[in-house]
């Protein structure tokens, strides 16, 4: 393929290049965010990852059958190269980087419903030297019909044209304006067992506020809630809405999804999660949704799992049965029992892990042989590396905004986690919002800590109201001896890096676009990338 200096660019036209790959792009006709660069670079470091473990689990499967066949036949093991669909593809930028920069892919199918997208998607695969070729007919794979191939139409009717099992692809990428609701019913059914299945939303207005719950509802079954740490704690709310919803819609067909990463970047969700079939997983679906009560004031928040199962251990045959039971409930009184304000309830959501460690491991090994390959190498590892430490608890909080529910000055995060490490519980920072902890203490114990930084830095209390919620904390007694000299495991790999994890200082085209971008020149300040701690 020629290089940027020697494409020709036709009048009317602008060049864009974002890593390995050039595209053409004219005034209105398709949408392009150039800020979802790092999307793009996340989405191929994951789904490298994914198809090299996939690679070994089948070269596994072929050295058992080898050995069984050896003294018939001498076979040779061949790579396994998988077949993606995107479904929303716009441009064709995001599939012509898949196809140039993830080497076990066999081909695209890039799909989009507007004919505009689709001429420039032909256009920009045929620059980038992807599309069909003269090589005989009688080719048994078609790799003649080209690495990345276009698809007219709409996105559902597609996958579910695939859903046979004979048709099924490897990975489906949806990347779509807003929710990706409409086309979930469809991509779970279409995508092979061990699969992968990665998703973005950028309707975070629906997902992550309390304006719209009922739109909330009906695109993920579940309610977001107001809480004070609206756009920390409900970001990841409104990533556990987005798994529930492709948990509940996999479990319709007999599947179940294992999430492998699941990131709440800037204005959006991208989770990328496998796919399987199996009766008893998908039956536990069931057992990984619950509902939380939130606090309006201090939110603290309880859990109300919605099942539970229980294993019966069969005498005689030693095997293990699995009985499903609902919960009881509620878990907690109708005021919150920390200041006795309100509780709003939030979900059903997901309850499991975000995140499978291990794979993020091997994104973060991935990265470090690769990071000249990534433009958003930087960010990337910052992200990726709080992911893996996180802890699995739900929801997260910032000094801050606990300090306002006290009326006291805030402490610092290291003081906050130092206190919770003496007293025994596990802490990690959150990849969503600067300045976050997660730990694994009850809200009490939290609370508790904060009584004894308030012993330190006392509050005014001619301040406070008589009968306010922050009264009632401040009256409460405490029941921990609470240290804040600074404990070892409070200093971890990303809190001693300086990490970039979130987007500052954002471009003019930050955010969720809704149509195609106009203007000229593709040179863009690489100003994505900030700092924390
Ligand atoms: C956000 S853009 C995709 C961006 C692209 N994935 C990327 O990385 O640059 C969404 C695209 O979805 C297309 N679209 C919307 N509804 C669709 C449908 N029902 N079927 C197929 N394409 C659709 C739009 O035409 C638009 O080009
Ligand atoms: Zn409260």
Same mark, same amino acid.
């Given at each position: 393929?020629?290089?940027?200096?020697?494409?020709?660019?036709?009048?009317?036209?602008? !060049?864009?290049?974002?890593?390995?790959?050039?595209?053409?792009?004219?005034?209105?006709?398709?949408?392009?965010?150039?800020?979802?660069?790092?999307?793009?670079?996340? +989405? /191929?470091?994951?789904?490298?990852?994914?198809?090299?473990?996939?690679?070994?689990?089948?070269?596994?499967?072929?050295?058992?059958? !080898?050995?069984?066949?050896?003294?018939?036949?001498?076979?040779?093991?061949?790579?396994?190269?998988?077949? !993606?669909?995107?479904?929303?593809?716009?441009?064709?930028?995001?599939?012509?980087?898949?196809?140039?920069?993830?080497? !076990?892919?066999? #081909?695209?199918?890039?799909?989009?419903?507007?004919?505009? %997208?689709?001429?420039?998607?032909?256009?920009?695969?045929?620059?980038?030297?992807?599309?069909? =070729?003269?090589?005989?007919?009688?080719?048994?794979?078609?790799?003649?019909?080209?690495?990345?191939?276009?698809?007219?139409?709409?996105?559902?009717?597609?996958?579910?044209?695939?859903?046979?099992?004979?048709?099924?692809?490897?990975?489906?990428?949806?990347?779509?304006?807003?929710?990706?609701?409409?086309?979930?019913?469809?991509?779970?059914?279409?995508?092979?067992?061990?699969?992968?299945?990665?998703?973005?939303?950028?309707?975070?207005? &629906?997902?992550?506020?309390?304006?719209?719950?009922?739109?909330?509802?009906?695109?993920?079954?579940? &309610?977001?809630?107001?809480?004070? #740490?609206?756009?920390? %704690?409900?970001?990841?709310?409104?990533?556990?809405?987005?798994?529930?919803?492709?948990?509940?819609?996999?479990?319709?067909?007999?599947?179940?999804?294992?999430?492998?990463?699941?990131?709440?970047?800037?204005?959006?969700?991208?989770?990328?999660?496998?796919?399987?079939?199996?009766?008893?997983?998908?039956?536990?679906?069931?057992?990984?949704?619950?509902?939380?009560?939130?606090?309006?004031?201090?939110?603290?928040?309880?859990?109300?799992?919605?099942?539970?199962?229980?294993? @019966?251990?069969?005498?005689?045959?030693?095997?293990?049965?699995?009985?499903?039971?609902?919960?009881?409930?509620?878990?907690? +009184?109708?005021?919150?029992?920390?200041?006795?304000?309100?509780?709003? /309830?939030?979900?059903?959501?997901?309850?499991?892990?975000?995140?499978? +460690?291990?794979?993020?491991?091997?994104?973060?090994?991935?990265?470090?042989?690769?990071?000249?390959?990534?433009?958003?190498?930087?960010?990337?590892?910052?992200?990726?590396?709080?992911?893996?430490?996180? /802890? +699995?608890?739900?929801?997260?909080?910032?000094?801050? @905004?606990?300090?306002?529910?006290?009326?006291?000055?805030?402490?610092?995060?290291?003081?906050?986690?130092?206190?919770?490490?003496?007293?025994?519980?596990?802490?990690?920072?959150?990849?969503?919002?600067?300045?976050?902890?997660?730990?694994?203490?009850?809200?009490?114990? /939290?609370?508790?800590?904060?009584?004894?930084?308030?012993? @330190?830095?006392?509050?005014?209390?001619?301040?406070?109201?008589?009968?306010?919620?922050?009264? @009632?904390?401040?009256?409460?007694?405490?029941?921990?001896?609470?240290?804040?000299?600074?404990?070892?495991?409070?200093? =971890?790999?990303?809190?001693?890096?300086?990490?970039?994890?979130?987007?500052?200082?954002?471009?003019?085209?930050?955010?969720?676009? =809704?149509?195609?971008?106009?203007?000229?020149?593709?040179?863009?300040?690489?100003?994505?990338?900030?700092?924390?701690?």
């Amino acid at each position: 393929m020629a290089s940027a200096e020697q494409v020709q660019i036709p009048d009317g036209f602008r !060049l864009h290049t974002e890593n390995t790959s050039h595209i053409l792009l004219s005034a209105n006709e398709a949408f392009l965010n150039p800020v979802q660069e790092f999307n793009r670079d996340l +989405s /191929i470091a994951c789904i490298r990852t994914w198809s090299d473990d996939l690679n070994k689990v089948k070269e596994e499967k072929w050295k058992v059958a !080898l050995e069984k066949r050896l003294a018939r036949k001498r076979l040779k093991s061949m790579p396994y190269n998988f077949v !993606l669909l995107e479904a929303l593809s716009a441009t064709g930028l995001r599939s012509i980087r898949y196809a140039k920069e993830i080497p !076990l892919l066999r #081909y695209v199918i890039a799909n989009d419903l507007s004919d505009a %997208a689709t001429a420039t998607m032909k256009r920009n695969i045929d620059l980038n030297g992807l599309g069909p =070729t003269d090589a005989p007919s009688s080719d048994p794979m078609n790799e003649n019909l080209g690495k990345v191939r276009v698809n007219e139409g709409d996105a559902c009717t597609l996958m579910y044209n695939h859903r046979d099992n004979s048709k099924r692809v490897d990975v489906v990428d949806l990347d779509p304006y807003g929710t990706a609701a409409p086309f979930v019913d469809a991509a779970v059914q279409c995508v092979n067992d061990g699969g992968l299945l990665c998703v973005t939303c950028t309707d975070l207005a &629906v997902l992550a506020t309390t304006n719209f719950p009922e739109k909330c509802f009906a695109n993920y079954g579940g &309610v977001s809630v107001k809480a004070e #740490y609206a756009h920390e %704690a409900v970001k990841r709310q409104a990533l556990r809405l987005a798994l529930h919803s492709l948990s509940t819609s996999a479990a319709r067909y007999g599947r179940y999804i294992e999430p492998l990463l699941s990131l709440s970047i800037d204005f959006y969700v991208r989770v990328f999660v496998r796919v399987h079939s199996g009766a008893l997983e998908t039956k536990k679906a069931l057992t990984k949704a619950a509902n939380y009560y939130i606090c309006s004031h201090c939110q603290s928040w309880y859990e109300q799992p919605l099942g539970r199962t229980v294993e @019966k251990v069969h005498q005689k045959s030693g095997q293990v049965n699995h009985l499903f039971k609902t919960q009881a409930g509620p878990t907690v +009184s109708e005021k919150c029992p920390e200041c006795e304000s309100t509780l709003h /309830i939030a979900g059903p959501m997901w309850s499991g892990p975000l995140h499978d +460690s291990a794979f993020v491991d091997r994104v973060l090994e991935h990265l470090q042989h690769n990071a000249d390959h990534y433009g958003t190498a930087v960010r990337m590892k910052g992200m990726l590396t709080v992911a893996k430490e996180e /802890i +699995s608890t739900p929801f997260y909080f910032t000094p801050s @905004k606990l300090a306002s529910a006290f009326h006291c000055c805030s402490p610092s995060l290291n003081n906050l986690a130092s206190a919770l490490l003496h007293a025994g519980h596990k802490v990690s920072r959150s990849h969503a919002c600067p300045g976050s902890l997660k730990t694994t203490a009850p809200q009490k114990d /939290i609370h508790d800590v904060m009584r004894g930084w308030i012993q @330190k830095n006392p509050v005014k209390m001619e301040n406070i109201s008589e009968g306010s919620p922050a009264r @009632k904390l401040l009256a409460k007694e405490s029941h921990l001896q609470v240290n804040f000299k600074q404990h070892p495991d409070s200093i =971890t790999p990303s809190s001693e890096i300086k990490l970039v994890r979130y987007q500052q200082n954002p471009t003019s085209n930050w955010g969720p676009g =809704t149509k195609a971008i106009s203007g000229s020149g593709n040179k863009r300040k690489r100003n994505d990338e900030g700092a924390d701690n």
